[in-house]
């Protein structure tokens, strides 16, 4: 839908009767018919489901009952999030077959606000992964150079929203899955604090870093859909049930009495210049909208990818030993029990999914789990500390999102220099941090940069009121030509 902004631009015409939810979608499903083709963002599309929901809408508009804040905004799902009656794939052969019996809380919240579910998007398997490349069912790619990869693990809700194929998308964040294929497609996109948003239906990856956040076309709508899924829940007794504050009248348009913390490092020693320079172009913004500029120290932020790589791996090989050949999707039939689950796990994960599931089990055994998982937990805590000292003396860190621009579909093919994406996004995981990525501008390639700003746990509407202001300041227009 090029003519609309955003949701929240397109839900404000629907509340006005100047389009139908119908009209809308029909004009969704034309951009997908054009563009899907190409950028091949979603593994599943529910033309039928999603007109129904819209028809739905326009039938209960007419009889003048109140809809919900995301009245007729369609909308992508990542495939580890589960929508009711619809496969919930992660990707992976290894879940073949199966249907989620439920809906994800986010998914209900998101339907009882009226938005309307377009289908399931691509990711690395389990969420595993950077750039999308992982996936066992399909290539997914950046709709601002099709040579390119979206980014990861989130990659078909990023390109889904870049291609203006959906309006809002969720994805899930582990250590920057939502924040690193957000700046490679140009989008906003927000890890929320650890707690805030409802992880029930969501397929764990690792459990004390994993949180479920949208893809948007604009901050407000970060902060819009934010406040449909926040939220205790009783269904997830990880959620908090701190209120969630009205995230809307968090948007600013100066940066008076705002501190920004910066890392000289992140951007002095950032291998790509034109990433460097837009994010310092963007910190010089912020200034002139009227923060003061602070440099502060994360000393122990270098380690966070090692850290990472213990702690993640160590919960996913806990997390992934439910698919066993019995309860969910794949069964390769064998003539024992025993038997049976070797094959189905050898068959049905990916090699990314195997090597993370043999590091995590090896971080954890007897042997080796003070010297990998014990340190490795040591070591996340002095991280936390680190931000705590920064966030006594800043409001917002501001860095790059990722070191560089999308970069091209099999151009990293070994596993250290994808899990090198994820440098500085990975510590607002491992510190329960809420973090977004906005889009300040493009590349020589005209391949757009992310700037990650990143707050202290329920400091959300800090994070909107700094990504606010710079994002009307910035007033840029980044669209692929598809
Ligand atoms: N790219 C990181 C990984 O491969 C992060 C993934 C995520 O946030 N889900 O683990």
Same mark, same amino acid.
């Given at each position: 839908m090029p003519a609309i902004k955003d949701s929240f631009e397109l839900t404000k015409r629907f509340a006005a009767g100047e389009s139908s939810a119908e009209a809308t979608l029909q004009a969704a499903l034309r951009v997908i018919d054009a563009r899907e083709p190409k950028v091949g963002a979603f593994l599943h599309l529910d033309r039928d489901g999603a007109l129904a929901q819209a028809r739905d809408l326009d039938a209960r508009r007419k009889q003048g009952q109140k809809l919900g804040p995301l009245a007729a905004v369609p909308i992508a799902v990542k495939d580890n999030i589960h929508v009711a009656g619809h496969a919930t794939t992660c990707a992976s052969r290894m879940l073949d077959g199966f249907k989620a019996p439920y809906d994800a809380t986010v998914t209900a919240r998101l339907k009882a606000a009226g938005a309307i579910i377009l289908g399931k998007t691509n990711l690395d398997e389990f969420a595993m992964g950077s750039s999308c490349e992982n996936s066992a069912l399909k290539q997914t790619r950046?709709?601002?150079?099709?040579?390119?990869?979206?980014? +990861?693990? #989130?990659?078909?809700?990023? &390109?889904?929203?870049?291609?203006?194929?959906?309006?809002?998308?969720?994805?899930?964040?582990? +250590?920057? #899955?939502?924040?690193?294929? &957000?700046?490679?497609?140009?989008?906003?996109?927000l890890k929320p604090s650890y707690g805030r948003v409802s992880r029930y239906g969501l397929v764990a990856f690792a459990s004390s870093l994993d949180q479920i956040g949208p893809f948007t076309l604009s901050v407000r709508d970060a902060a819009l859909s934010l406040s449909v899924m926040a939220g205790a829940d009783p269904l997830d007794a990880t959620s908090s049930s701190e209120p969630v504050p009205d995230y809307l009248s968090a948007l600013r348009a100066d940066l008076r009495g705002m501190r920004v913390g910066v890392v000289r490092a992140y951007f002095d020693e950032c291998p790509n210049q034109d990433v460097a320079d837009r994010c310092r172009q963007a910190v010089e913004r912020m200034k002139a909208l009227g923060a003061e500029i602070v440099e502060i120290e994360l000393p122990r932020a270098k380690d966070g990818l090692a850290v990472y790589y213990v702690v993640a791996s160590a919960e996913a090989s806990s997390n992934l030993s439910r698919f066993d050949g019995v309860r969910y999707g794949l069964r390769e039939k064998t003539p024992s029990a025993i038997q049976n689950y070797f094959a189905t796990r050898g068959r049905?994960?990916?090699p990314e999914v195997k090597r993370r599931i043999m590091l995590g089990t090896y971080a954890l055994s007897a042997g080796a789990y003070e010297e990998f998982y014990g340190r490795a937990s040591r070591v996340r805590t002095l991280m936390v500390n680190d931000f705590k000292a920064a966030f006594a003396r800043c409001d917002v860190i501001a860095s790059p999102t990722a070191p560089f621009t999308a970069f091209r579909a099999g151009e990293k093919s070994d596993p250290l220099s994808m899990y090198l994406c994820d440098i500085y996004t990975i510590p607002a995981n491992l510190a329960g941090l809420c973090a977004l990525s906005m889009p300040v501008g493009a590349d020589a390639r005209g391949l757009p940069v992310g700037l990650q700003l990143q707050c202290a746990p329920y400091a959300e509407t800090t994070l909107f009121g700094a990504a606010s202001a710079l994002e009307s300041d910035l007033n840029l227009n980044l669209a692929p030509t598809l």
């Open positions: 950046n709709p601002f150079d099709l040579e390119r990869v979206p980014g +990861g693990s #989130s990659g078909g809700s990023a &390109a889904a929203v870049a291609a203006r194929m959906a309006l809002m998308a969720l994805g899930s964040d582990t +250590g920057g #899955s939502i924040r690193e294929p &957000a700046s490679f497609c140009g989008v906003v996109g049905g994960f990916g």
